[in-house]
């Protein structure tokens, strides 16, 4: 079974600070984890993804995570905010298993920024 | 632009009623999933269909039920609607090949059940 637990349901940054969204996991096999990013009223955007390899992913709009296996971790980071990144945020975890990649999402993150 | 599309946008139907969600996914896209997004939460897992066979199930009752096409595009059902259905569905498609570990969304359809 797997699961994920995003802390923070609310996090606020000014314009400009650093952005820090947390994320981690649980899996009993060597996760696949997302980060993806809803817009109101609209359907969710993949940001990044960690498969294998480099443990520290960038993704779009600035953003990047690293995966933290001994941490259980996969916390999504920007350097500097933008009004444009207002919205709510939600990390993945699957299991890889050809024809049947479930997406298991937390409870998600809304960013505010603040002027 | 995912190339994912849903309809209808919003849908508002009253308890007992049936209804029947739309997705339309790239060509080859074989594997479609179905995701329940209650209000502010995160999207629970419905179901998965490969190669128009369903293909993994989430902790949905059998009124939830779906279809996938030839076509690409895909179908969920819900019978006897109950008030706890009101969400946001969402679809996503994998392409077969490499990258099947990426799902991509469509815009989703809001369903309201009175």
């Known amino acids: 079974a797997q699961s994920v637990t995003q802390l923070g349901s609310h996090v606020s940054v000014s314009e400009g600070a650093l952005v820090l969204l947390r994320c981690n996991y649980s899996s009993s096999v060597p996760p696949y984890l997302f980060w993806y990013v809803q817009y109101p009223n609209q359907g969710l955007q993949l940001l990044l993804k960690y498969t294998t390899g480099a443990t520290l992913v960038k993704g779009i709009n600035g953003f990047e995570a690293e995966f933290k296996k001994s941490e259980t971790s996969f916390h999504l980071t920007k350097p500097s905010a933008h009004m444009s990144d207002a919205a709510e945020y939600f990390c993945a975890v699957s299991a890889f298993n050809f024809g049947n990649e479930k997406l298991t999402f937390g409870t998600g993150t809304r960013l505010t920024i603040i002027p | 632009e995912t190339g994912v599309t849903q309809s209808p946008t919003h849908l508002i139907k009253t308890r007992g009623q049936q209804v029947t969600l739309r997705c339309s996914s790239q060509s080859g896209h074989n594997t479609v999933s179905w995701y329940q997004q209650a209000l502010g939460q995160g999207p629970q897992f419905i179901f998965q269909y490969y190669r128009e066979e369903e293909n993994g199930r989430g902790n949905f009752p059998p009124r939830f039920s779906g279809l996938q096409f030839p076509n690409y595009s895909s179908e969920l059902n819900v019978n006897a609607l109950e008030l706890d259905d009101s969400a946001l569905y969402l679809c996503?498609?994998?392409?077969?090949?490499?990258?099947?570990?990426?799902?991509?969304f469509g815009p989703g359809t809001r369903l309201t059940v009175l």
């Open positions: 996503a498609s994998s392409l077969e090949g490499e990258n099947t570990d990426t799902q991509y």
